[in-house]
């Protein structure tokens, strides 16, 4: 499975973005996605993941603000993000898992894109 990450850039606080990642792989419908981000000097750290079934759950930090999403048809995985902060500011990677269910550790993904640029100015 390959995945290829696109939609990074810089905007303001307050403004958005949508993250795309597009798979490789017939049968990514059974697949657990999540998105993960690292900030300069930081651990690659959980941000959003859905199960096989369409099943979501976020970090704390992104709760309301942003939606983790999937096609199937398209075997894509979204990452739309609103209200964007300074802090969310980090390379942002998607992340596949054959286990469709939940899983929050990067231990637990075995294919991993190439990550995006996320920069939001204050």
């Known amino acids: 499975v390959q995945l290829q990450a696109s939609g990074g850039g810089l905007v303001q606080a307050g403004g958005s973005l949508r993250l795309s990642c597009a798979a490789s792989?017939?049968?990514?419908?059974?697949?657990?996605l999540g998105w993960f981000r690292q900030a300069p000097g930081k651990d690659r750290e959980f941000v959003a993941a859905?199960?096989?079934?369409?099943?979501?759950y976020y970090t704390d930090s992104v709760k309301g603000r942003f939606t983790i999403s999937r096609d199937n048809a398209k075997n894509t995985v979204y990452l739309q993000m609103n209200s964007l902060k300074p802090e969310d500011t980090a390379v942002y990677y998607c992340?596949?898992?054959?286990?469709?269910?939940?899983?929050?550790?990067?231990?637990?993904?075995?294919?991993w894109g190439q990550g995006t640029q996320v920069t939001v100015s204050s």
């Open positions: 992340a596949a898992r054959e286990l469709g269910e939940l899983a929050v550790d990067t231990r637990m993904y075995r294919y």
């Open positions: 859905i199960t096989w079934s369409g099943s979501t």
């Open positions: 792989g017939r049968t990514f419908g059974r697949y657990g």
